[in-house]
């Protein structure tokens, strides 16, 4: 079974800097997706970037990129010029990329609680 | 158009009562996907209902359920309630036709029980 750990339980950055989010994961597969969800007190699980594992580019969408080592199972996130509406709650998720048809199942780590300090 | 929509948003029950869920998915999305969320942890994964058939299950008691209409909204049931299903359950929703895209979440619905 997959699991994913992240280690930092919160997380607090000055407005307009810059903070990484860090997420490990383990499986045995070689083929599999990763993301990274916002949890904002909304509640709403928002997408924020994805990367597939078999594309070497590091995935960015705009002042969010990733930084995925393959080997070492490690996927962490950057935020950079941070503001405040990017206080929430962060998730890293694995899904299998099996061709399971209809399989989407999400694999969730603990999640860190990120501070924007005005 | 309307995002992923669920029902009660906060709802009360005592043990051993029983609780039902509902969600409607995106406007042609087809895969319907539960999840639970206890405070402090990250979502477990629950069902996953795509054309009305169970595609996935998690680590639950049988005392879950769920099913899926033919307008593609979800149902979740949960049985004899315990102090420990006190969570929010999430769903979300996609197109269902392989990965190409993102799951869509609503906002849940927090389920206390006292």
């Known amino acids: 079974a997959q699991t994913v750990t992240q280690s930092q339980p919160e997380m607090s950055v000055q407005e307009a800097e810059t903070v990484t989010l860090s997420c490990t994961y383990d499986?045995?597969?070689?083929?599999?997706?990763l993301f990274w969800y916002k949890q904002p007190p909304s509640r709403q699980m928002i997408l924020v970037i994805r990367q597939e594992a078999y594309k070497q580019q590091n995935a960015t969408e705009n002042r969010f990129s990733v930084n995925f080592q393959k080997a070492a199972k490690s996927f962490s996130l950057k935020i950079s010029d941070s503001q405040l509406g990017d206080a929430a709650m962060y998730f890293c998720a694995y899904r299998s990329a099996r061709m399971d048809f209809g399989n989407e199942k999400l694999t969730f780590g603990t999640g860190t609680r990120l501070t924007i300090i005005p | 158009d309307a995002g992923v929509t669920q029902s009660p948003t906060h709802l009360i029950k005592t043990r051993g009562q029983h609780v039902t869920l509902r969600c409607s998915p995106i406007s042609g999305h087809k895969s319907v996907s539960w999840y639970q969320q206890v405070l402090g942890q990250g979502p477990q994964f629950i069902f996953q209902y795509y054309e009305k058939e169970e595609r996935g299950r998690g680590n639950f008691p049988d005392r879950f359920s769920a099913r899926q209409f033919p307008n593609y909204s979800s149902e979740l049931n949960v049985n004899a309630l315990l102090l420990g299903d006190s969570a929010l359950y999430l769903c979300?929703?996609?197109?269902?036709?392989?990965?190409?895209?993102?799951?869509?979440f609503g906002e849940g619905s927090r389920l206390t029980v006292l």
């Open positions: 499986t045995s597969e070689s083929d599999y997706y």
């Open positions: 979300a929703s996609s197109q269902g036709t392989g990965f190409t895209g993102e799951l869509f």
